[in-house]
């Protein structure tokens, strides 16, 4: 894709994101109201440290939002620079602010196309540490979860 195409989808992203973020919630967990239940977080999940070594890393203050989870390339299905759908909704819920720029950052998919939509979307310094302890925690949750490998 052509820059112009690839802003086009950055803008498109942005304004899907909005709307998200205009469904907020008071607590965490699944848009049905209970507890995440999907396959980055088997249910019921109790980890040994709860992630102690990377819990200083992550704002305490801040939006709950309607987030997808896992809006990276693979789930973004276009028609030339059109979005025509957004699918896998099957991580969503209701995160912090920061999860879901982590998680579109996730080092796996980046690829320059990818890197030029994230930076129209997120101009300024990239919030390294959190992006990279989000990673941690989905990494954790595999190699943790009875489903996978």
């Excluded at 894709?1 to 989808?9: A, G, K, N, R, V």
Aim: hydrophobic letters at 35%.
């Amino acid at each position: 894709m052509s820059s112009t195409e690839l802003d086009h989808i950055a803008d498109q992203l942005l304004a899907i994101l909005d709307e998200m973020h205009s469904y907020t919630s008071t607590t965490l967990g699944a848009v049905t109201g209970g507890p995440y239940n999907n396959r980055n977080m088997p249910y019921p999940w109790n980890p040994s440290h709860a992630f102690s070594s990377i819990k200083d890393v992550f704002p305490t203050e801040g939006q709950v939002y309607l987030t997808h989870g896992d809006l990276l390339p693979h789930n973004i299905l276009v028609d030339g620079s059109r979005i025509t759908a957004i699918v896998d909704w099957e991580t969503a819920g209701y995160y912090p602010e920061f999860w879901e720029y982590c998680r579109m950052h996730d080092p796996g998919w980046m690829t320059p196309a990818w890197g030029h939509v994230l930076a129209r979307m997120f101009p300024g310094l990239r919030r390294e540490k959190e992006i990279r302890a989000v990673s941690r925690i989905i990494r954790d949750l595999h190699w943790n979860d009875p489903y996978v490998g």
